[in-house]
């Protein structure tokens, strides 16, 4: 059983910037591939990125991308997600998930993640 937990959300204004971590308990979390995810209200969970096992793989959404960059310590069981140029529309409760389905490929349907995380809260005012 692996249990994910998400910090370091929180109110940042507009252009900020905030780093996210998922830091994870059992030693298999390190061979397993790892997103990120976001949800506004009323709006469905979106993809933000993810990373693979070892690290030397990303996948960013287009709605992100240049502004994130997501890394993993497999030393330290923990997986960041850090976000810069922030947007109002970044407001979101952000989750990490992860898989050892295919631990060399990014997985970027929410279905196929087996584990989640409680998620924290993003709040990005203008």
């Known amino acids: 059983q692996v249990q994910l937990v998400e910090s370091g959300g929180g109110l940042v204004q507009a252009g900020g910037s905030l780093r996210l971590s998922c830091a994870a308990s059992g030693r298999t979390f390190s061979r397993w591939s790892t997103g990120w995810f976001r949800q506004a209200p009323g709006k469905e969970r979106e993809f933000v990125g993810g990373?693979?096992?070892?690290?030397?793989?990303?996948l960013y959404a287009d709605s992100v991308k240049g502004r994130i960059t997501i890394s993993r310590d497999n030393a330290k069981n923990t997986v960041y997600l850090e976000m810069n140029s922030l947007k109002p529309e970044d407001t979101a409760s952000y989750y990490c998930a992860a898989s050892p389905a295919v631990p060399t490929m990014i997985i970027y349907t929410a279905l196929d993640y087996d584990y989640w995380g409680q998620g924290t809260q993003v709040t990005v005012s203008s």
């Open positions: 990373i693979n096992w070892s690290g030397n793989s990303t």
